[in-house]
């Protein structure tokens, strides 16, 4: 049982280019969320899934797009990378129960650097 | 829009000492209030929740109190001892509905000085 897991754990890209991070998560959780953390902040929701082939917006989620295909996993694109998004990101999953809100597990992190 | 504001953002106890750290939330129809420890370099992990119908909960040398009507909790750790060193985060779900979502504080660097 690996919990949820994220790739890559590092990454470096220049202006412009584009990456997917992907999380995977075996706890058959039906809820799965995408974070950035920078310093002072906290963490920050950038998008966020209900359920397969669902996604909703988050907080932060102007630069990026997410797609959930599988319920097993959730992953976060980005099209055209900005120093702005320099970040640690993190992925984190949920059970879901009727009118209530449960622990989320979260993952490594991806360390990002955008030069 | 709803948010958490956590205080104090750095806190630095002798190691024996208790610790604790408070957070208020705007969002009325939050009903649970995890929180977060944060080591260097890894990933935020369950430490202790509460849930809007209950005051006060306690795990070992945690404890975490819930006043609704003023919308705030607390995070208290007594005994500190230098493994408490972290980032401790407060959260609080977000809106009516079971979308599983929470809204984060800030943060608070908890050091422990042997």
């Known amino acids: 049982n690996a919990g949820v897991t994220q790739t890559p754990k590092f990454r470096v890209l220049k202006t412009g280019q584009s990456m997917t991070l992907l999380c995977a998560q075996d706890?058959?959780?039906?809820?799965m969320y995408w974070y950035r953390q920078d310093p002072g902040m906290g963490l920050r929701l950038i998008h966020y899934?209900?359920?397969?082939?669902?996604?909703a917006k988050g907080e932060v989620p102007d630069g990026y797009n997410v797609s959930r295909l599988k319920k097993q996993n959730f992953l976060l694109g980005l099209e055209s990378a900005a120093p702005s998004q320099t970040s640690v990101y993190f992925c984190?999953?949920?059970?879901?129960?009727?009118?209530?809100?449960?622990?989320?597990?979260f993952g490594p992190g991806t360390r990002l650097t955008v030069l | 829009g709803e948010n958490v504001e956590q205080h104090p953002s750095t806190l630095s106890v002798q190691e024996g000492d208790s610790a604790v750290i408070k957070c208020t939330y705007s969002?009325?129809?939050?009903?649970?209030f995890p929180w977060y420890k944060q080591e260097l370099g890894k990933r935020p992990q369950l430490i202790i929740d509460?849930?809007?119908?209950?005051g006060e909960k306690k795990d070992q040398r945690i404890a975490v109190t819930l006043n609704k009507t003023a919308k705030h909790f607390s995070l208290h750790i007594t005994e500190t001892q230098p493994e408490d060193s972290a980032v401790y985060f407060c959260?609080?779900?977000?809106?009516?509905?079971?979308?599983?979502?929470?809204?984060f504080g800030q943060g608070t660097t908890l050091q422990v000085k042997p």
């Open positions: 984190a999953s949920s059970y879901s129960r009727t009118g209530t809100t449960d622990t989320q597990y």
């Open positions: 509460i849930r809007s119908n209950v």
């Open positions: 899934s209900v359920g397969e082939g669902t996604t």
């Open positions: 706890m058959n959780h039906e809820y």
């Open positions: 969002d009325s129809a939050s009903n649970y």
């Open positions: 959260a609080a779900s977000m809106g009516a509905g079971n979308t599983g979502k929470l809204i």
